[in-house]
């Protein structure tokens, strides 16, 4: 995802802190899928400690203290950015997960909470990078990457005709299944060069005038 500008001192100190007795609501989402992940609040200092560990950090209100999320479980929240709603009182935070963000082992805190149109997409292009890393036996997409980049990018080749045939001489459900079969191999394709398909996404953002907003930590 692109970079925008870091949160700076002054605009934390702009922050809209005495509304609540110093702390901000701070909506957790996925930067991939968009999903809610999760709802937990910020002080000054968990603040300062999410943009520069990196690590999302909260101020718990029932043990009083800071805590990063992850801390105990090792399921850290990796920040991508923060942005605040118009008024300065509510963080926005995306974040990549490391696991389940819920303590009941759940993705989610808000089991039901849907994301966007990518949002499976993007739990697919993380089980393919897992697959990348760990290359399990017996895996179709272990042996897709096996035989490296080349292989790959003629699969996709191929996906591409049978899709473009399927969509002037098949019925809609043939051209869903071949449409399907081009934008997983596309992913396989984009990890295989060390990209994902969220640096694809945010080209097109980019290109409709939509690039990412928020703050990211320096570096």
Do not use: N
């Amino acid at each position: 995802m692109a970079a925008a500008a870091t949160l700076s001192a002054q605009d934390i100190d702009a922050l809209a802190w005495d509304k609540q007795d110093g702390l901000l609501p701070a909506v957790v989402q996925d930067a991939a899928s968009l999903r809610v992940l999760m709802l937990g609040y910020m002080d000054r200092a968990a603040l300062r400690a999410t943009l520069d560990s990196g690590h999302v950090t909260f101020f718990s209100r029932s043990k009083q203290r800071q805590w990063t999320k992850g801390e105990s479980s090792g399921h850290f929240l990796d920040l991508v950015s923060i942005e605040t709603d118009c008024d300065r009182d509510t963080l926005l935070v995306r974040a990549l997960p490391h696991g389940p963000t819920c303590h009941l082992g759940r993705d989610s805190c808000f089991p039901h909470a849907p994301g966007d149109a990518l949002a499976f997409l993007g739990e697919l292009d993380e089980l393919i990078a897992q697959r990348e890393r760990e290359r399990p036996a017996g895996s179709y997409t272990t042996g897709l990457f096996e035989r490296g980049v080349r292989s790959i990018a003629q699969k996709v080749g191929e996906e591409g005709v049978e899709t473009a045939l399927a969509a002037v001489a098949e019925d809609d459900s043939a051209l869903a299944g071949e449409a399907a079969d081009l934008l997983f191999h596309l992913q396989v394709l984009l990890r295989a060069r060390g990209l994902s398909l969220a640096d694809a996404v945010a080209v097109l953002r980019q290109r409709h005038g939509q690039p990412h907003r928020g703050f990211t930590p320096a570096g």
